[in-house]
């Protein structure tokens, strides 16, 4: 390439005076700050995550400038480096994707000198090893080719492994403008690669070779190293010539842009557009970087790894300082020389070029004269890593471009769309470290999804609705003639400061099934019992329905514990008694139900929750339908005291061990309320039919589910408890019912926690009730627990009537917002109760008096001493049920005071 021949001398300057890779300190200062990426740019990132989430492989072809100006050009062969650095990059890629890996080198002639290899940790090191021994050796051919590079790469490209069904980008890296030894040769070329005239910028009537690339879902991204100091080191017509040459790149990557024509005979400012530009969104996008030395190339690759994951730079940092705000996870940086020293916001340092200081979550790789770090911890949740890092340098104005990484993934939930048929869509946006979500740590939040045509690839928005928690969830109705939907989603944050991160995309590709062909995992939400204390053991029940029509299969893959609250413990899960493999399902026989075991051996407090994915498949349908059961559970820390200390009382007498041991259970004796919402005082009536009883939502004045097709429970009833409610003591319900957690009597017992009811009033809790009835046991942890109070009056008005069925009451009842969106936990609360055994057994226990009988049963209210004397009523009652409004006729025998305000109103 002729700028390379011109500029050696002059690149030889810059190189002695140590601007590139010597390791001269005072130059590194000239490293430019990483210029904001075009829109297009980052939809090629976006394009190339979405498609890696959402198929299992992926392709990527290094194409290698080899000419032999890099002799001067990049003297300390630091493009080894950084192809070295991007391969390794890859690892991470390859941990979760089939990942294969190709490098080619173009000058006069294009050579595939790496083969297609399928990474993983132990081949790309082997990779890595090659590139570092190799490529600095290849820098012997004349000429700068394009065409020749893109021909090739194309051709390379689709042999990869599967290309039709992987995902594919090329890493186009050249060091100067087009040079095809020759004006004319130039121009065809440039013709040729986008059927573009470059004089002019009129488009051709043929086929451009980079628009037949982006019709395959090739991603190409073209790096520049556009050596600033060699350029004007040159006479003014080579500098005007090359400047001219490279301004092409930019269009050929992103598909127009503006273009300096001198060199062809035109202007120095027209629009040039490279194939069908804009690009279409059917076709793949592509994005152009460019760096004016090896470190900024290395800066750049940096970049690349960085929008996958949907990190972003937020500019230099000034006097090597710069914040770490709640809600980052992780941050990168390349350090331009070897004098430096990282130091916490605590003051502690940390790491310099040697390495880390002893500090965990802290990855430092170090070479000649740069290092690159990457500081990772769980959403930096530790306050001393939250704050102002310096990044300390005898060097004034060293200037370090720190990444910022939110750590954040989303999920779509098992769908089963039908063609025409609306269909509920929802999902989650997690942490991939498995720690919880609070969308409340950034400035703003923007959840876009789209369903997409599968051929146009255009769409319509869905509008959906997202919780702190990271849930999200809309409703989409399929196309009547739809076989597959593309949805895509894209996660907007930006910091507490309103520094916006990456945008973080996602692809899923859901079938379009008639799901009454296959068989099914229900529910969706799996409620397991309870984590207890160290080497908890809990439990489910999973049901597989077959299909009426066809046979089927459910296949199971490995569970995976999506959220702890100890996030350190998900490795220590372990389960059993769960189905292996995939289960037989003939069609219209009965259902199958599988138990499943999970335990851990370390004690935490908060919720759980574990995904269950498994595979649908039906004899007679192509394809399968992937669901994912969510199995939720609460880990409640205990206070068992350790075998130790009980030798200890053995040793030193009873008192005083039994003393702490009493301190404790009093400290620990509090109730865990955090992320809980209540829904107090929701107007009831509870109906006896014989020995059992049903309850069902009492309208009142202005009550939407007066017209009896409600829920129990309506989105406005849930409330969050006040502010500091979490591990209080006691907590004051009002209408005189408190829940207190207690110490045991007996200082090795089990702390719990008892609802109490004042005013002569019944109370009977998801756990059961007490013998006098003004207390009822009651959880420490209340997710999906209620209570239940009545009228103790009441009951013995209804004792003295003939048809005494009905007696109002007030429901309240907890749910964690974490757990799921509060429609569904209403929902869930509603079966539960109505299947409650609790409500049974209060059933038995409220005597009524028979019809055929005379005078009043008599005695206690709550003795069980009158279930001889239940009763069907002789006047029919309404059909009801958990889920139906039901307002009791004033004859009833039950509380008259129905259509009050006040729910205890009569009682």
Not at 672 to 698: C, Y
Not at 734 to 752: C, L, M, Q, S, Y
Request: aromatic share 6%.
């Amino acid at each position: 390439m002729r700028l390379k021949r011109l500029s050696a001398l002059a690149t030889s300057a810059i190189i002695a005076t140590g601007i590139l890779v010597t390791g001269s300190q005072a130059a590194r200062a000239a490293n430019p700050s990483t210029a904001e990426m075009t829109p297009i740019g980052q939809r090629a990132f976006q394009e190339v995550a979405r498609c890696i989430e959402s198929r299992d492989q992926f392709n990527i072809l290094y194409v290698v400038d080899a000419s032999s100006s890099l002799a001067q050009s990049d003297k300390e062969a630091m493009r080894a480096q950084v192809l070295e650095q991007s391969i390794g990059g890859l690892v991470s890629i390859a941990a979760k994707k089939s990942v294969n890996y190709a490098l080619a080198t173009f000058g006069t002639q294009f050579t595939i000198k790496r083969g297609w290899v399928p990474l993983n940790e132990s081949s790309a090191q082997t990779e890595r090893t090659w590139v570092q021994k190799n490529i600095p050796l290849l820098k012997n051919e004349a000429g700068t080719n394009w065409l020749l590079a893109l021909t090739g790469a194309s051709k390379a490209i689709a042999a990869s492994p599967s290309s039709e069904t992987s995902c594919q980008m090329i890493v186009w890296l050249t060091d100067g403008g087009i040079d095809m030894n020759s004006k004319s040769g130039d121009v065809q070329a440039l013709k040729a690669i986008c059927n573009t005239d470059p004089s002019t910028g009129n488009s051709g009537s043929g086929v451009a070779i980079v628009e037949d690339l982006r019709k395959r879902g090739v991603n190409l991204i073209a790096v520049l190293l556009k050596n600033e100091e060699a350029l004007k080191a040159l006479p003014d017509a080579s500098r005007g010539e090359q400047l001219s040459k490279m301004s092409f790149l930019k269009s050929i990557a992103e598909g127009e842009g503006q273009a300096n024509a001198t060199w062809f005979g035109g202007t120095s400012n027209i629009s040039f557009g490279c194939g069908t530009s804009p690009i279409p969104k059917n076709q793949a996008a592509g994005a152009y970087l460019e760096a004016t030395d090896p470190i900024a190339l290395l800066q750049k690759f940096m970049m690349i790894d960085a929008q996958i994951k949907g990190c972003a730079s937020w500019g230099l940092a000034k006097d090597g300082k710069f914040t770490v705000e709640p809600g980052v996870a992780e941050f990168a940086a390349v350090i331009p020389t070897t004098d430096w020293r990282l130091t916490s916001p605590s003051g502690d340092m940390l790491a310099d070029w040697n390495g880390p200081s002893g500090a965990n979550h802290i990855d430092v790789q170090s070479e000649p004269g740069y290092s690159r770090i990457a500081v990772k911890k769980s959403a930096l949740t530790n306050i001393q890593w939250q704050g102002e890092w310096t990044i300390d340098s005898s060097i004034p104005s060293l200037r370090v471009e720190p990444f910022f990484c939110h750590g954040l993934s989303m999920s779509l939930g098992s769908l089963n769309l039908v063609a025409g048929k609306p269909a509920q869509i929802s999902g989650r946006i997690f942490r991939e470290d498995g720690s919880a979500v609070n969308l409340g740590d950034y400035a703003s939040r923007m959840l876009s999804v789209t369903a997409l045509d599968p051929v146009t690839k255009e769409g319509k928005g869905i509008a959906v609705k997202i919780e702190n928690s990271g849930a999200f969830s809309g409703s989409f109705t399929p196309i009547t003639n739809a076989s597959s939907v593309d949805f895509d989603l894209t996660l907007a944050l930006t910091s507490k400061k309103n520094h916006p991160f990456s945008p973080l995309t996602r692809r899923f590709e859901v079938g379009v099934k008639d799901t009454s062909n296959f068989p099914s995992i229900t529910p969706d939400v799996i409620k397991a019992t309870d984590l207890n204390g160290r080497n908890a053991r809990a439990s489910a029940t999973v049901t597989l329905v077959p299909s009426a029509k066809n046979d089927g299969k459910v296949c199971f893959k490995k569970p995976r514990v999506d959220q702890d609250p100890e996030p350190s413990r998900i490795k220590d899960y372990k389960f059993s008694k769960m189905p292996a493999g995939c289960v037989d399902l003939p069609a219209g026989s009965k259902p199958q139900t599988f138990p499943v075991e999970f335990s851990t051996s370390k004690a935490a407090s908060g919720a759980v929750a574990i995904s269950l994915p498994a595979e649908l498949t039906a004899k007679g349908e192509t394809g399968l339908i992937p669901q994912t059961a969510t199995i939720q559970s609460n880990s409640i820390r205990r206070n068992d005291p350790p075998l130790w200390l009980f030798l200890l009382l053995l040793l030193l007498g009873l008192l005083v061990p039994l003393g702490i041991i009493y301190l404790l259970n009093f400290q620990g004796s509090r109730l865990h309320l955090r992320g809980i919402q209540v829904a107090p005082s929701i107007p009831v009536t509870l109906v006896i039919e014989r020995d059992f009883a049903r309850l069902v939502r009492r309208a009142i004045y202005g009550d939407e589910n007066a017209s009896g097709a409600g829920q129990l429970f309506k989105i406005e009833d849930w409330e969050y408890l006040p502010p500091g409610a979490n591990a209080a003591r006691s907590l004051n319900l009002g209408n005189g019912i408190r829940i207190d957690a207690k110490p045991p009597r007996n200082p090795f017992g089990v702390i719990e926690a008892v609802a109490s009811s004042t005013g002569g009033s019944l109370i009977v809790s998801s756990d059961g009730m007490n013998d006098d009835g003004t207390t009822a046991p009651f959880s420490l942890n209340p997710a999906g627990k209620w209570l239940l109070q009545i009228s103790a009056g009441a009951i013995s008005i209804g004792r003295s009537a003939t048809q005494a069925t009905s007696f109002d009451g007030v429901l309240t009842a907890f749910v964690d917002s974490r757990s799921g969106l509060l429609e569904q936990l209403g929902r869930d609360m509603t079966s539960t109760i109505g299947g409650s055994e609790a409500l049974q057994l209060l059933g038995k226990w409220i005597p009524v008096q028979s019809a055929q009988g005379s005078g009043s049963a008599g005695g206690d209210p709550f003795s069980a001493s009158g279930d001889s004397d239940l009763f069907r009523p002789t006047i029919p009652l309404p059909e009801v049920g958990p889920s139906t409004s039901f307002l009791p006729p004033s004859s009833s025998g039950g509380n008259s005071a129905g259509n009050s305000d006040d729910p205890f109103a009569g009682l």
